[in-house]
Protein backbone atom coordinates (compact mmCIF):
# COMPACT_ATOMS: atom_id res chain seq x y z
CA UNK A 1 0.00 0.00 0.00
CA UNK A 2 1.33 3.09 -1.07
CA UNK A 3 1.78 5.81 2.05
CA UNK A 4 1.27 9.87 2.11
CA UNK A 5 4.94 10.03 2.16
CA UNK A 6 5.61 8.02 -1.13
CA UNK A 7 2.47 9.98 -2.57
CA UNK A 8 4.08 13.37 -1.66
CA UNK A 9 7.30 12.55 -3.41
CA UNK A 10 5.87 11.55 -6.52
CA UNK A 11 3.74 14.33 -6.40
CA UNK A 12 7.22 16.83 -6.19
CA UNK A 13 8.67 14.65 -8.76
CA UNK A 14 6.35 15.11 -11.34
CA UNK A 15 5.99 18.67 -10.31
CA UNK A 16 9.71 19.30 -11.19
CA UNK A 17 9.25 18.06 -14.51
CA UNK A 18 6.01 20.07 -15.41
CA UNK A 19 7.72 22.67 -14.35
CA UNK A 20 10.87 22.07 -16.49
CA UNK A 21 8.56 21.23 -19.66
CA UNK A 22 6.75 24.20 -19.10
CA UNK A 23 9.33 26.46 -19.12
CA UNK A 24 11.32 24.41 -22.02
CA UNK A 25 8.70 22.69 -24.19
CA UNK A 26 7.89 25.58 -27.03
CA UNK A 27 3.94 25.98 -27.96
CA UNK A 28 5.26 24.11 -31.66
CA UNK A 29 6.58 21.32 -29.31
CA UNK A 30 3.02 20.85 -27.67
CA UNK A 31 1.73 20.17 -30.63
CA UNK A 32 -0.65 16.66 -31.15
CA UNK A 33 -0.79 15.91 -34.72
CA UNK A 34 0.17 12.23 -34.53
CA UNK A 35 -0.27 10.47 -31.16
CA UNK A 36 2.14 7.90 -31.99
CA UNK A 37 5.05 10.23 -31.23
CA UNK A 38 4.20 10.14 -27.61
CA UNK A 39 3.71 6.02 -27.57
CA UNK A 40 6.98 4.10 -26.57
CA UNK A 41 6.99 1.15 -28.78
CA UNK A 42 4.67 -0.34 -31.33
CA UNK A 43 1.67 1.77 -31.74
CA UNK A 44 -0.59 -1.32 -32.51
CA UNK A 45 -2.11 -1.37 -29.01
CA UNK A 46 -2.75 2.15 -29.54
CA UNK A 47 -4.03 1.79 -32.77
CA UNK A 48 -6.92 -1.19 -31.46
CA UNK A 49 -7.74 1.25 -28.78
CA UNK A 50 -8.70 4.19 -30.93
CA UNK A 51 -10.76 1.96 -33.28
CA UNK A 52 -12.98 0.80 -30.44
CA UNK A 53 -13.40 3.69 -29.51
CA UNK A 54 -14.88 4.75 -32.82
CA UNK A 55 -17.20 8.00 -33.15
CA UNK A 56 -16.52 10.44 -29.72
CA UNK A 57 -18.79 13.06 -30.90
CA UNK A 58 -20.86 13.84 -27.73
CA UNK A 59 -18.33 11.53 -25.71
CA UNK A 60 -17.66 12.19 -22.50
CA UNK A 61 -14.07 10.85 -21.26
CA UNK A 62 -12.08 10.44 -18.22
CA UNK A 63 -7.77 10.66 -18.71
CA UNK A 64 -7.00 9.17 -15.07
CA UNK A 65 -3.30 10.23 -15.11
CA UNK A 66 -3.38 12.81 -18.08
CA UNK A 67 0.36 13.65 -17.56
CA UNK A 68 1.41 16.41 -19.87
CA UNK A 69 -2.69 16.28 -22.06
CA UNK A 70 -1.44 14.73 -25.25
CA UNK A 71 -4.07 11.92 -24.55
CA UNK A 72 -6.45 14.39 -23.71
CA UNK A 73 -5.76 16.67 -26.76
CA UNK A 74 -5.64 13.71 -29.42
CA UNK A 75 -9.17 12.63 -27.78
CA UNK A 76 -10.65 16.51 -28.01
CA UNK A 77 -9.35 16.75 -31.54
CA UNK A 78 -11.71 13.73 -31.80
CA UNK A 79 -14.45 16.03 -30.60
CA UNK A 80 -15.01 13.82 -27.25
CA UNK A 81 -15.06 16.59 -23.99
CA UNK A 82 -12.16 15.16 -21.38
CA UNK A 83 -11.83 15.13 -18.02
CA UNK A 84 -8.41 14.53 -16.70
CA UNK A 85 -6.46 14.07 -13.37
CA UNK A 86 -2.81 13.70 -12.27
CA UNK A 87 -0.92 13.57 -9.34
CA UNK A 88 1.14 16.82 -10.62
CA UNK A 89 -0.93 20.18 -10.51
CA UNK A 90 1.93 21.23 -12.68
CA UNK A 91 1.23 18.69 -15.59
CA UNK A 92 -2.08 19.36 -15.82
CA UNK A 93 -1.27 22.85 -16.20
CA UNK A 94 0.94 21.81 -19.14
CA UNK A 95 -1.78 19.53 -20.23
CA UNK A 96 -4.15 22.41 -20.32
CA UNK A 97 -1.47 24.86 -22.06
CA UNK A 98 -1.36 21.58 -24.89
CA UNK A 99 -5.23 21.45 -24.99
CA UNK A 100 -5.29 25.48 -26.24
CA UNK A 101 -2.32 25.38 -28.31
CA UNK A 102 -4.32 22.83 -30.48
CA UNK A 103 -7.50 24.51 -30.21
CA UNK A 104 -9.51 22.09 -27.81
CA UNK A 105 -9.68 24.01 -24.57
CA UNK A 106 -12.94 24.33 -24.48
CA UNK A 107 -13.42 20.19 -24.13
CA UNK A 108 -10.33 19.80 -22.11
Known sequence: MINQAELD????????????????????ELKVSDPRTFLSGSSVAFDYLVEQLGDLKSSVVLDYGCGSGW???YLAQRKATVRGFDISQQLVKLGMRRAVVNGVGDRV
Do not use: K
Open 9 to 28: REETFWDSIGDQWMRGLSDD
Open 71 to 73: LST
